[in-house]
């Protein structure tokens, strides 16, 4: 009875003992799961975004050609305004003074050239009558022709003292907005003042100017066709404004040129990109972002979530054949979707990649696959 009771305890350790050493490959090496993404190309429509600064068609500093004290300011800031309207007149006093004093001089001078002229006339009779020398008539001749040269002198500083005393009268170049004014009634102004009395600003249609790397601008360009970049132009998709505020500007715009020389400082090309602005909606001087529509027919794309960033640069954490993940350095294009980032290198259609708990891998870590899906 023993001994069937000694065999029944160690059939029973041995069967137990089987049981502990047919456990699962994955709990003895206590592998974790992980949810991950196989991908796949597929075609996206993006929306490439650039700072951009604008600018009015035309903007005009409106400066003061005299010195003086301005005596009275007829706009206000941010008034509309037509070619020729007054802006600042600027005490005329003096000018005009100096105007009447030259207005003088001009009468006094016609006066001196009717006697220089008369006495010429008197000695070329003197001379034919034999009474005086030929002397006597090129003596007068040169008088007459000082006189002249005096007449001339008088009027062109005449000239002088109304286009002073007309630049007291200060007036808009052009149609447009007028910006802020610095100078209030009673300020002295001069040509050389630092600031200028304000600006006016044709706003009738905005320029929008941004800037791409020289890396950004040969990717950029690829996209559209044409063998030069204006026939690239005219294959361009039109470009949105999208404003300080978040708001989206209500007219479309269309990217006309780009400067044929990179920005010695920055490597960078400028671009500008025209918007209508009939209602003046638009401010020159403000900031804003253009936004780019691009489609691209075989894109990689990653969900922004599936991504870190560390000095500067994007990772992901791809997974191998052996289940094994390599944190994987990535380049992304501009573009982006709300979600998405679209790798350009370090990823390939068919590579797998961690999409949650990143913050638990570690570089060289082997994972179970938790039931991979495709994008």
């Not at 796949?40 to 500093?61: C, D, H, I, R, S």
């Not at 780009?258 to 671009?271: C, H, P, Q």
């Not at 936004?291 to 969900?303: F, G, N």
């Not at 052996?322 to 709300?338: E, F, G, L, R, S």
Request: net charge positive; charged share 20%; aromatic share 6%.
């Amino acid at each position: 009875m023993k001994t069937k009771l000694i065999y029944s305890c160690l059939s029973a350790c041995l069967i137990l003992s089987s049981c502990g050493t047919s456990k699962n490959p994955d709990q003895q090496e206590n592998i974790q799961e992980f949810p991950v993404l196989s991908l796949a190309p597929q075609k996206t429509n993006l929306f490439a975004e650039y700072p951009a600064t604008l600018q009015g068609e035309q903007t005009v500093e409106i400066r003061s050609k005299v010195d003086g004290y301005i005596e009275q300011v007829y706009v206000a800031e941010g008034a509309v305004v037509s070619k020729g309207q007054p802006l600042f007149k600027i005490d005329a006093n003096s000018y005009q003074q100096e105007m009447n004093n030259k207005n003088a001089a001009v009468l006094a001078a016609i006066a001196n050239l009717e006697t220089a002229s008369i006495q010429t006339e008197r000695t070329k009779i003197l001379v034919e009558k034999k009474i005086v020398n030929s002397f006597e008539l090129t003596s007068a001749k040169n008088v007459e022709q000082v006189k002249k040269a005096e007449l001339n002198q008088a009027r062109a500083d005449l000239s002088a003292a109304k286009s002073k005393l007309a630049y007291t009268n200060i007036v808009s170049p052009i149609n447009g907005v007028v910006g802020s004014l610095p100078y209030k009634i009673g300020s002295l102004v001069s040509s050389t003042s630092e600031a200028a009395l304000t600006t006016v600003a044709n706003t009738r249609q905005i320029y929008a100017y941004f800037s791409l790397s020289q890396q950004q601008l040969g990717t950029f360009l690829s996209q559209y066709n044409g063998q030069k970049v204006s026939d690239k132009f005219r294959n361009m998709p039109e470009v949105s404004l999208i404003m300080q505020d978040g708001t989206v500007y209500h007219a479309k715009g269309k990217i006309e040129t780009l400067s044929g020389v990179l920005n010695a400082s920055t490597g960078a090309a400028n671009f500008k990109a025209v918007f209508p602005n009939p209602d003046s909606q638009l401010w020159s001087g403000a900031s804003a972002t253009i936004q780019i529509p691009t489609q691209i027919k075989s894109a990689i794309l990653v969900p922004k979530s599936t991504t870190f960033e560390l000095q500067g640069k994007y990772f992901v954490f791809k997974v191998d054949q052996k289940n094994i993940v390599h944190h994987t350095p990535i380049d992304i294009m501009d573009a982006v979707t709300d979600k998405d980032y679209v790798v350009t290198t370090g990823l390939s259609a068919g590579d797998k990649i961690v999409t949650e708990g990143l913050g638990n891998l570690k570089d060289g870590m082997k994972i179970k696959p938790n039931h991979p899906t495709s994008k």
